[in-house]
């Protein structure tokens, strides 16, 4: 099992936690990028504009562990099906997989902004969201990376963390950082509590970003989701104008998550944490119902071609799954993670085609 966790954290700039590049037989990631399936229908998967059938499609995907693909092989995470579902209707597509653990839409939105000026631009964009806002409140409702608690104790007010640099020494917090990547991760998604590491105890007594901040405005689940709700809207805003600027089609998914229309077989208990805990399932039962209302004030969003972003609620996905589509508490199964692609794949190579024109 733990070889597909695969939740090997670093720090990167601008985006503080990114993927550490490994290689094993379930997963490989070279320079944060986990591997996809190449495409069957590229003459040269890595050459664009190459394609047996036509030009290739390079498409970005964004999200937590869920588009990483905690819990499964790189070749049965939601990119590389994308992939094999792009096959089927003959488009050759080039799918780069930035999913990180932990990662949510603010911190996707500045992982996306931080690439379209390092990277040529995407043909299209997919973004995966809505577990992570609501099970890393804190995170979603401060706009701060989950590990921001974790980063304050390592640099501390009055700290001269530059002194490191300045005598050409190992640099004390970044090895501290580099502990906590290889040490906790696996632990943390456990809901275990890590112990002292590499002589520093990790502790949250200031605060944890698994809870909602400690306000008499957010003292009701109705208020806490509420508020992670404005926030989650207001990074589609940005990133829509973002995505209207640069000209790239994008998309946003509502994703499924085990408290919300799910109805688990008798015998299920690995989702069991996100479904009958209280505070996690009200959060998602209350702000899901809310940004439904949001979803549903848009008619067809793939049929239609509005600037910006395209957003589409797949929170009912598994409403009527045959089977368990989740490997834990969150994380999808290779099937769920097929089905959720067929869904992305119909709106966004829908879009595309239409963008291409007939005879293209």
Not at 145 to 171: C, I, M, Y
Request: aromatic residues 10%; contains cysteine; proline residues 8%.
């Amino acid at each position: 099992m733990f070889p597909l966790l695969q939740d090997q954290l670093r720090y990167r700039p601008w985006i503080q936690i990114g993927n550490a590049d490994h290689n094993n037989p379930f997963s490989v990631v070279e320079k944060g990028i986990r591997k996809s399936l190449a495409s069957g229908k590229c003459a040269e998967a890595s050459g664009p504009g190459k394609g047996a059938e036509g030009k290739s499609e390079v498409i970005w995907f964004y999200g937590g562990s869920t588009v990483y693909g905690i819990g499964v092989p790189w070749w049965d995470t939601i990119p590389s099906k994308f992939v094999e579902e792009a096959d089927r209707s003959g488009v050759c597509i080039i799918a780069v997989n930035y999913g990180v653990p932990y990662h949510y839409s603010r911190q996707e939105a500045i992982y996306f902004a931080s690439n379209l000026m390092n990277e040529p631009r995407p043909d299209a964009v997919v973004f995966l969201d809505g577990l992570n806002e609501f099970f890393q409140p804190g995170s979603t409702i401060r706009a701060e990376p989950f590990f921001t608690p974790t980063l304050d104790k390592l640099v501390p007010v009055g700290s001269e963390p530059g002194a490191d640099s300045r005598t050409n020494q190992t640099p004390g917090i970044l090895s501290r950082l580099s502990s906590l990547a290889r040490n906790l991760q696996a632990l943390r998604w456990l809901g275990l509590s890590p112990g002292p590491t590499d002589s520093i105890a990790i502790r949250e007594e200031a605060y944890s970003n698994r809870n909602p901040p400690d306000s008499k405005a957010l003292a009701t689940d109705e208020q806490v989701s509420q508020a992670i709700v404005d926030r989650y809207l207001a990074t589609r805003r940005f990133l829509s104008k973002l995505c209207e600027s640069y000209g790239t089609k994008c998309f946003q998914f509502l994703q499924p998550v085990p408290a919300v229309d799910y109805r688990p077989q008798a015998s299920e208990v690995v989702t069991e944490p996100a479904r009958k805990l209280p505070e996690p399932a009200n959060r998602f039962v209350t702000g899901y119902s809310i940004l439904r209302k949001h979803f549903a004030a848009k008619d067809a969003p793939c049929a239609a071609e509005p600037k910006g972003m395209v957003e589409v609620d797949l929170s009912s996905l598994f409403k009527s799954y045959d089977g368990i589509p989740y490997v834990d508490y969150g994380h999808y199964a290779p099937r769920a993670n097929k089905l959720i692609a067929a869904e992305m794949s119909r709106c966004v190579l829908a879009r595309s085609e239409a963008a291409r024109g007939p005879g293209e």
